[in-house]
């Protein structure tokens, strides 16, 4: 049963990325600058969930195969209760049951999945483990600070999608706490995200032959998603959506090439 796990995950992700992938760009869409976004978004889910499900099936215990598919299930839920919130909120077919609890879930998943989980992707690829028992510490602060991310941003006073009112925002002195949690966050999140990249870049150096060809082109898909969403933090406006979509094209290319460089080149 376990090696079937995998693949009825990556069917329930897929399931959940393509209708959340079309329904979210069609609710959105205001021009053919759009479509990019939507088509990005549908491919890195499926990619992680495909990729996940294969490597996860084949070495099961290697952590990386499961953070990949994690990530595909990540997309699926953001795009699919993203699509949802909306319809129910800022569309005539509104409203709908829970709707803005689907919207708030889809404001906040998005940091454990883009920042989260492709920072422990950087530190555990290929092996699935540390570079060293001296990187535990690094490793546990980038967690701290993902998770007290996500609870800030779950947490924030800042309206959601289309001026969609948080439901859980907490109001007076928790709200300004929640904004200062959420300011330090922001500061914290382009050296965690450079620690990770740093992990990758050393292990990088370390390697040989064709364990060194295969992480050359991992590292820079990952290179493109790190800057790409360190940028989307530090920016705002245009300049953070052209950052965003690079860092979304980094991340949808981190799975398949983690996925040939795992299970060709054996590199577990």
Not at 152 to 161: C, D, I, N, R, V
Not at 172 to 199: C, E, H, M, Y
Not at 248 to 264: D, H, K, N, Q, S
């Amino acid at each position: 049963m376990r090696p079937r796990l995998p693949w009825i995950v990556a069917g329930g992700a897929i399931a959940l990325v393509i209708p959340g992938a079309a329904g979210t760009t069609a609710i959105d869409w205001t021009d053919a600058a759009d479509l990019p976004f939507g088509v990005g978004f549908a491919l890195m889910g499926v990619a992680c969930a495909a990729t996940g499900a294969v490597v996860a099936s084949r070495v099961p215990r290697n952590p990386v195969g499961w953070i990949i598919l994690a990530m595909g299930v990540g997309v699926g839920v953001l795009l699919a209760f993203g699509a949802y919130g909306e319809a129910g909120t800022t569309t005539s077919h509104g409203p709908l049951p829970l709707d803005e609890y689907a919207l708030w879930l889809s404001n906040w998943v998005g940091i454990p999945v883009f920042f989260g989980l492709t920072g422990f992707l950087l530190m555990l690829f290929p092996t699935g483990q540390l570079l060293s028992r001296r990187w535990r510490v690094p490793a546990w602060v980038f967690g701290a600070v993902v998770t007290v991310a996500t609870v800030g941003y779950a947490l924030t006073s800042e309206p959601m999608a289309n001026d969609v009112p948080n439901p859980v925002a907490p109001s007076g002195s928790g709200a300004d706490f929640v904004r200062i949690v959420n300011d330090v966050t922001d500061v914290l999140a382009l050296p965690g995200l450079g620690t990770a990249v740093l992990a990758l870049v050393l292990r990088l150096r370390r390697s040989r032959g064709v364990e060194r060809m295969q992480l050359k082109w991992f590292t820079y898909a990952a290179a493109l998603a790190g800057l790409g969403l360190a940028l989307t933090v530090v920016s705002g406006g245009v300049v953070a959506d052209l950052a965003f979509f690079l860092g979304l094209t980094g991340v949808a290319l981190m799975p398949v090439l983690a996925g040939v460089a795992i299970l060709r080149y054996r590199l577990y």
